[in-house]
């Protein structure tokens, strides 16, 4: 139900605060695979991390299938090189839209501000892409479920699971979202 | 004219506040809608609440003819449980995107954070459609017309009104915005 | 490298106030171009100014050719009054999203906040558009590399470069972003 802000375990003025650093998160992380400097991508997650691309309909059917699995700093840098280094079918341009950023719940010292914090979050993606000469579409558009961790003060990916509707992706380029 | 934020009622602060809060309103609607969680929608709006969603040419033209009406939580409750129990023509996944929250005016006590306060504002939204195993398109978008009024301390839609530039909407499925 | 919030000219805090001032500068920026308000688009700009909207192909190798390109105030008076008594080939809704935005740098008086400072941003920029009994399609998405100077307290662009990435752009009419 529908209760404004009023959450258990943080004020509601931290909560915003944390939103406000998601939104700041999304922004630069989405500016580094719009620029397409995936070697930075891993820069992103904390060393025990997973990250997973899983359709709706699998991931409201409970299963665990995805189109994209990461388990690690070491497999996420390993995908980021096998992108990088493939010859992509035609040339593109991406762009991320990120919105209606929601904290979830927050655990650990400080509000979320201490270092060893998990706090979860869900945020609409929009993942544009333009061919070479042609129109710019919809790629791909879902949802984050992210659960972050702060070390020595910032936010790092413990887990993200982009949750995709668009059933339709056209698989020959899995970009990161 | 452009004047930045340069508001007579209020200061620019709590100006700035309430438009956070609009956000998180927002954020939190919308996920209640893209869940399908139409059972909860009632739960946004006051006892005395209109919900309207009209094309823009009408509005332009001063017509308050609407693609759908509704006029106190009652009506609302009744819409909601007409959507969830009509078989829709295909089954589908809506996504809404808002952005560019924009407060036009606060009365009432406590700058807007009185019980009681009338708050308006305006928003864009971006409403995606994703029938299964089709692409992602746009099915609506449009600008909400808000007022909210502040009971027990969270916002609740006095007023909604959505003016969609989207004329040619499948009409098959009028879901809320 | 991502490095969260830590700029060496500003701290956190008053970033982080910029942007919010910067995001409701676009959203009032956006509202008026989406009204059609093109008499009042030289108010947001200040005197000596630039706008220039370049093809990202363009930007990438760093070629100046522009699809618009406009110095100073005048120039820009020109070109609305030029776009508002051009009888358009067919009417259609134009609507802005924004979001994304990052603080890049401040330079001046009182962390950005002093008349006369200078802020540079970055963010992304999504124009739809709707023809009259058409579906709402994308007409162009891109990201605004903004330099804002501050002015009697309020900001003014100084200058906006538009980078686009869809290159295959309806030419017949090229309304501002």
Known sequence: MY???DMQ????K???ELRFEIEEFHTEYCNMLDRGALDQWVDFFAEDSLYR?????NADAGLRVGLVYAEGRGMIRDRAFAIMHTQMFAPRYMQHFTSNVQV???????????DGSLIKAQSNYLLLQTLVD???TI???GRYYDTFVREKGRLLIRERQCIYD????????????
């Open 3 to 5: 209760a404004g802000y």
């Open 9 to 12: 375990a943080v004020d509601a």
């Open 14 to 16: 931290s909560v915003r």
């Open 53 to 57: 691309i899983t359709a709706r309909e």
């Open 104 to 114: 979830i719940s927050v655990e650990g010292p400080d509000l979320g501000l201490g």
């Open 134 to 136: 042609g129109p710019t």
């Open 139 to 141: 790629h791909q558009s």
């Open 166 to 177: 668009t059933v339709l992706i056209a698989n020959d380029l899995v970009y990161p979202v």
